[in-house]
């Protein structure tokens, strides 16, 4: 029985020697590593590594892109290690913190803003989509939903990439799954390890804005004390409010004897009961003013703070029309068209565009106040970030697509009555359809909507407001 008890003293003493320090023991391995650190260094060199690797076989402008994300992740995983080995900062600190992550994301989406003529357009657009999914470290208490809702808007680019590319380039559709099973995997990880939000230490010093991950200690060797604790606050600042506190508390314990100073008012001197007082000179006095962000100082040379406006753009680039930046252009016309050509129109603004012939798809993005007509569209008509855009046919049209939209009338002629119209995250939108005598009858596109489980599934009907 000692022999066993002396064993079992050397074992505990070589446990105490290899479980030093926090995130040692139990916390992660024996380099020191948080164990939530580990399971997103599996995430790096896993989902991560693959779209990385297509990446670069795809090249280009893919594989910048990829690299700014790969940049963005990093810089993510960096805060997780801050807080595996920090207390929990204040607001103004965790912001400084998550500025590395933010301006990654801003990176990205600039990327895709300064290459919308990119033959690899949707890719850009499902990365730039997604991408603020990064900042699930700020989205307490639901960081995993929110990485679902920025993984869903990348879903209407990738699915273009998937149709265009399914029986064409098998690597193509392989970059979409890479890049996908990121999220899906991410979406895996905060569920198992920052359910409700980002986790932090309950030990070590609390996190400020220059924290930096402490290097992991080697085995066998007890990690470093942790820094200094923050400075008290002065003395006399907290000597003052104690002694206001004491002040205060002393009054309200006088009880009734606390209103014996104060003065009776009559009623000649209530301004409601003797109006001559209102009429009496003397400031009056309001309430406050509702706050106003301060004006910005004029510049002697506007040109420097305005960024300069693109130029308006109406070309062919290989198979298709570029169309931009148009203001107050009321004659677009697009005559020399062919089957296999498509017609992107981005940022037009008080405009009209006609489009003659046959063409095989049409795309309208940011865009307000433009008037498209067209005769024939052997694909789709999607509109995209739009306002107040009027879309006519002319011949027909199989699908048009409204997403992100608010304001779209869409005319259709007799030969395209059974076309579909798909709508996501749009407002006011209608349906015109011609009558006999050459007019149109207006009909709106249901935007509210009842689901109801009927006991096996989920059954989705318009809901009819009375008014």
């Known amino acids: ?66 690299e700014m994300v790969h940049a963005g992740l990093m ?44 033959k690899m357009f949707n890719h850009l657009s499902a990365v730039s989509e997604s991408i603020p999914a990064l900042g699930w470290v700020a989205m307490a208490p639901k960081p995993g939903p929110y990485v679902k809702e920025m993984t869903d808007a990348a879903m209407f680019y990738t699915n273009r990439i998937l149709k265009e590319y399914k029986d064409v380039d098998k690597k193509q559709v392989d970059w979409v799954k890479a890049y996908l099973s990121i999220w899906t995997e991410l979406q895996a990880y ?86 001559a007082l209102k009429n009496q000179g003397g400031p009056v006095r309001s309430g406050p003013k509702p706050f106003t962000a301060p004006k910005p100082a ?54 009209t565009l006609q489009i003659k012939g046959k063409i095989n798809s049409i795309t309208l993005d940011n865009c307000k106040k433009l008037g498209l007509v067209f005769d024939d569209v052997v694909g789709i008509v999607e509109i995209i970030n739009s306002r107040d855009v009027k879309v006519q046919v002319m011949g027909k049209v199989p699908t048009i697509s409204i997403n992100k939209t608010d304001g779209c009338h869409v005319y259709l002629s007799q030969s395209s009555l059974d076309c579909e119209i798909v709508s996501a995250k749009s407002s006011e939108m209608n349906v015109l359809i011609p009558t006999e005598g050459g007019d149109f009858t207006e009909f709106p596109v249901p935007e509210q909507f009842k689901t109801v489980w009927n006991g096996q599934k989920l059954v989705t009907t318009v809901t009819e407001i009375a008014g």
């Open 1 to 66: 029985m000692e022999r066993l008890v002396e064993r079992l003293e050397k074992a505990v003493e070589r446990l105490e020697t290899v479980c030093q320090g926090p995130g040692m023991c139990g916390e992660g391995s024996s380099k020191g590593v948080a164990q939530y650190v580990q399971a997103f260094d599996a995430l790096l060199s896993g989902p991560v590594a693959e779209y990385m690797k297509i990446s670069k076989e795809v090249g280009g402008d893919v594989q910048k892109h990829a």
């Open 298 to 351: 004029c510049n002697a040379n506007p040109s420097q703070t305005t960024s300069p406006k693109a130029p308006p753009l109406l070309e062919l680039e290989g198979k298709k029309w570029r169309v931009e930046n148009q203001e107050n252009a009321t004659n677009l016309v697009i005559s020399d068209t062919e089957l296999k050509q498509v017609a992107y129109v981005f940022k037009c603004t008080n405009s």
């Open 75 to 118: 810089s993510e995983r960096a805060l997780l290690v801050v807080a595996s080995q920090h207390q929990q900062p204040a607001e103004n600190a965790f912001s400084a913190l998550l500025k590395p992550i933010s301006e990654q994301i801003q990176a990205v989406q600039n990327f895709r803003e300064k290459n919308r003529g990119s």
């Open 190 to 275: 905060i569920k198992e390890y920052h359910t409700i939000g980002l986790t932090w230490s309950k030990t070590g010093p609390v996190a400020t804005e220059g924290a930096k991950a402490a290097p992991a200690a080697p085995a066998g060797v007890a990690p470093p004390p942790p820094g200094p604790p923050p400075p008290p606050a002065p003395v006399s600042s907290s000597t003052d409010d104690s002694a206001s506190r004491s002040a205060l508390f002393a009054q309200i314990n006088r009880g009734e004897g606390i209103t014996s100073g104060l003065r009776h008012v009559s009623d000649d001197m209530k301004t409601h009961k003797n109006p």
